[in-house]
């Protein structure tokens, strides 16, 4: 009997998508034969999706769409992506044929689908939000199988700019068209699959975003004078509860370091540190680059506290389980959190061991940094409690998680 095949897609850089990457591997290492689909547009993603791509077994098959790399492809997606949404919004997503509507989605479709449907797997697999129509269409096309994967509750999610209504129209119809036919559906945690099928009627099998456990314990960072907080995005900038922080650390008033690790938006860190020097005069902020999903764990290295502040601005932000949580824990960090709904089952697993608090709460967050610093065996326990968490439950190697994914796939290849 021939080894299945899986395509995995999704329409953003490799380094951009850990949770993609790991599925990959994952079906790598269970013996299925892997491609995975992926874009190539921004240069600073470039290197870091090629040393990714370079340490995986599975075979890495990338769409370079940049203006300086592939002018045409960049030039004629736009013109065929603005169209389309300027249908859909004058028309009504619901209303326009479903190939406009579609393309309307998604920038990359048409090159997605086709390049996906270059070969027939016995599975497509595939999200990330952008890709989830392209994995369907592709699949249709070569008469085969396709799984989803719905990290975020993407109709939840809080857009900017005109055309919202449109823009969120138009996912819900790419939405409604295309979770039906998959032969299984995967979101980022059960808060969201509970809003997929409250909405649509299907049930996702939630697959929290969790990593890797180190072959080695963290050890905690010698004893130093200033409590040192950690968080990272792919963009530092506003709408993300750092200001909240920075508050939070001047109510504190003991001598701490903000480590921020991501791309800047112009102007942000320096009004972050205008807001620091007038409200947090004993706070630090330092500023790190951009740096690979594998190393993230690592990088967690010789601080104390992870922050997850989300602001729980939109209903995907009080649904999900916050990337950086999942890699707090097994870095072995003291975790701050806010107490939304899709952090309540890390909350019940670290207990008092974690500082929560509501959004905007800088009261209980600065009460919280304050006790940290002054009883450094509480937070010498509290750093213990996220490890130990994670060997219990938070990392990607559990049933739940690695295990669920696992089991469906071989369901749907088997079929």
Known sequence: MATPSITVATSGHLSTCPRLVKAATSFSEAGYRVRVVS??????????DEALAANHAWTWDP????????????????????????????????????????????????????????????????????????????????????????????????WHGSGVDARLAVIERVER????????LTAG??????A????????????????????????????????????????????????????????????????????????????????????????????????PPDQMIALCHGYDVGLSVEPASSENSTLLLSNKILTFLPAGLAVVMTDTLGHQAVMADLGAAAVVCAPGDTERLGAGFRRWYEDPSALRAAMQASWQAACRRWHWEHAADRGALLAKVAAATAA
């Not at 874009?39 to 870091?48: G, K, T, V």
């Not at 068209?177 to 299984?184: K, Q």
């Not at 480590?259 to 004993?282: M, T």
Request: net charge positive.
């Open 39 to 48: 874009a190539l547009y921004f240069d600073h993603f470039r290197a870091m």
């Open 196 to 291: 997929y099928e409250r909405k649509y009627g299907v049930r996702p099998v939630p697959i929290c975003n969790t990593f890797s456990l180190p072959l080695t314990p963290p050890m905690p960072p010698p004893p130093h004078d200033r409590l040192r907080t950690y968080w990272f995005s792919q963009t530092i900038g506003p709408g993300r509860g750092l200001e909240d922080a920075v508050r939070a650390m001047g109510v504190a008033n003991v001598p701490m370091e903000l480590h921020l690790r991501g791309a800047a938006l112009d102007g942000y860190v320096e009004s972050l540190r205008a807001l620091g020097a007038r409200v947090a005069p004993r706070l630090r902020i330092d500023v790190h680059p951009v740096a």
């Open 63 to 158: 769409i370079e769409w940049s203006r300086d790399r592939a002018w045409a492809t960049w030039f004629w997606s736009g013109v065929r992506h603005r169209a389309a949404q300027r249908a859909a919004a004058v028309i009504g997503a619901d209303r326009v044929p479903y190939a406009v509507a579609r393309r309307a989605f998604t920038r990359l479709e048409s090159e997605l689908v086709n390049h996906l449907a270059s070969e027939r797997p016995d599975l497509y697999y595939g999200g990330g939000g952008g890709a989830i129509d392209a994995v369907a269409v592709a699949a249709r096309r070569r008469g085969t199988r396709y799984g989803l994967d719905l990290e975020d509750f993407h109709t939840g999610e809080r």
């Open 189 to 194: 945690s059960a808060p969201i699959a509970d």
């Open 177 to 184: 068209e295309v979770l039906p036919g998959a032969v299984f």
